[in-house]
């Protein structure tokens, strides 16, 4: 048996919104990029706090049977020609292995040319455990969690 952990939109509104709060006055992003799943709902909270646009990218960590597979993959893409010099925070709903993060954060400075300067980093729940690769390793300006958790299992209300 798993071990889980439940939270409501209670809970998610409520963590996210007192992070709104210091993410504008810390970071104070001209966009927010959530990450495709569970980033949309977060970072639609945070844009209540924080008034910028919300792009979308889509990153699978996992193949069409749920199995994880080696390598993170593109599902959806935007077009970052215009956001060169903007400050982006990408939002996720769990700070977990990191490999998405890190995954994206390759394809943003490497690939689109974005400084890693200009980005941050918010997710509502941080894993406390071991990650693939540190923040300071990402150079990215900025990173926060909305709380730091357990290595458990999160089932969020949108799952």
């Known amino acids: 048996m798993i071990d889980k952990i439940f939270y409501n939109y209670s809970h998610i509104d409520c963590l996210v919104r007192e992070s709104g709060n210091s993410i504008k006055e ?4 001209d966009i927010i990029l959530a990450i495709g799943g ?17 792009y979308v990218v889509t990153i699978s960590t ?3 049977n749920n199995n994880p597979i080696k390598e993170p993959r593109i599902i959806q893409w935007t077009d970052f020609s215009l956001l060169k010099n903007k400050k982006i925070l990408i939002v996720d709903e769990v700070d977990d292995t990191r490999k998405t993060l890190d995954f994206l954060i390759q394809k943003l ?3 689109e040319k974005i400084n890693p300067q200009n980005l941050g980093f918010f997710a509502v729940h941080n894993k406390i455990k071991e990650k693939e690769i540190s923040i300071k390793e990402l150079n990215i300006e900025y990173y926060k969690s909305g ?3 357990e290595d458990r299992w999160i089932i969020y209300p949108w799952d």
């Open 26 to 29: 810390e970071f104070n992003p």
């Open 38 to 54: 569970g980033g949309l709902i977060p970072a639609r909270i945070l844009r209540s706090k924080i008034d910028v646009p919300i």
């Open 62 to 64: 996992y193949d069409e």
């Open 109 to 111: 400075t490497i690939t």
């Open 147 to 149: 709380n730091d958790v």
